[in-house]
């Protein structure tokens, strides 16, 4: 049985075969219709969600099988005290696979070992998300065509946003891989990520969205994570460090991909939604293809 905890846990030829089913649902979708029928996926989201979840449940959905679940903890007898492991435990009786959001990290790891059916990370606290970072590469693929000889600029809350961490332990596995990681100092890169994703891919650390952004061949921002913060002043003071305007872009790239995980706040401006380079709503879009094709691998359905 497979579990994806971390978005390392796939081979990169997994990660292609992925992609691969994907591009073919989507352009062959009723060949897919019927794939899960008489499965079921639970949710169990601890953690508020619109596009991870809805998306799960829709491919589930697009796929022949039925979703079951929760969308906050108050309504599931974590309320009551129930353990993690106890209420996956039970879940897999009811269910075929889990998707879980938590606000703890590692709770879907000590989940995987409670389950009986396999459970996708659906984003552990401010540590991974990898879901969306099959979601990111299935957007960087079909923008750029390629894995090699980027440069990706991440930009924003670099500390707590975990799409940003599973994004680059699963790109610096490509060859030609450059990050310029911009952010505040107080918002930078956790020691972990350096430690246990980076490998031998360069990066540069820079506090300056101006001066990183003609070099870039993706912009990937990000939101500042108010729900991680321990304090509001520090919110305040750091929410609008980045905003991404029209002008701004007078010099990045022509064929510049602008990524967001969403949900957004302010740092892009709604100015932008109709520029050729913003991807961010198509990204959304390809998470539901992504998600299809990683249900259907993790319960052996071809
Ligand atoms: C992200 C998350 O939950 O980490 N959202 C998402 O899943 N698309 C990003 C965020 O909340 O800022």
């Known amino acids: 049985m ?36 008489h499965k079921k996926l639970a949710t169990l989201f ?14 589930m959905l697009e796929l022949g099988g039925s979703v079951l679940g929760f969308s906050e903890a108050s309504s599931s007898s974590v309320s009551k005290g129930e353990s993690v492991g106890d209420t996956v435990k039970t879940v897999s009786a009811y269910a075929d696979i889990i998707a879980m959001r938590h606000p703890k990290e590692g709770a879907p790891l000590v989940a995987s070992q409670r389950a009986d059916i ?13 879901t969306q970072t099959l979601t ?14 980027l440069t990706i600029g991440l930009c924003g809350d670099l500390k707590f946003g975990r799409t940003v961490h599973s994004l680059i332990a699963a790109m610096s596995r490509y060859s030609g891989i450059k990050f310029i990681l911009i952010s505040p100092e107080e918002l930078k890169i ?71 995980p969403l949900p957004r706040v302010n740092e892009i401006s709604v100015d932008i939604d109709d520029d ?26 071809h």
């Open 2 to 37: 497979q579990n994806l905890i971390n978005i390392l846990d796939l081979s990169c030829e997994e990660i292609s075969e992925l992609i691969t089913v994907a591009d073919d649902i989507i352009d062959n979708p009723e060949n897919y219709y019927e794939k899960c029928a």
């Open 46 to 59: 601890y953690e508020p969600s619109t596009r991870t979840r809805l998306s799960f449940e829709a491919a």
């Open 118 to 130: 396999p459970i996708i990370n659906a984003g552990d606290g401010g540590h991974n998300h990898p």
């Open 136 to 149: 990111d590469l299935l957007t960087i693929h079909r923008e750029k065509g390629t894995f090699e000889n």
């Open 190 to 260: 956790p020691s972990f990520v350096k430690e246990d994703y980076f490998g031998y891919t360069p990066y540069e650390e820079t506090t300056s969205l101006d001066e990183a952004l003609p070099n870039l061949d993706i912009l990937y921002m990000t939101r500042v994570q108010k729900e991680r913060f321990f304090n509001e002043e520090d919110y305040l003071r750091l929410k609008d460090s980045y905003i991404l305007t029209p002008g701004k872009l007078e010099n990045a790239k022509s064929d510049l991909s602008i990524m967001h």
């Open 276 to 301: 050729p380079r913003a991807a961010y709503f198509r990204q959304a879009k390809y998470g539901k293809y992504i998600r299809m094709a990683l249900i259907m691998k993790l319960l052996n359905i």
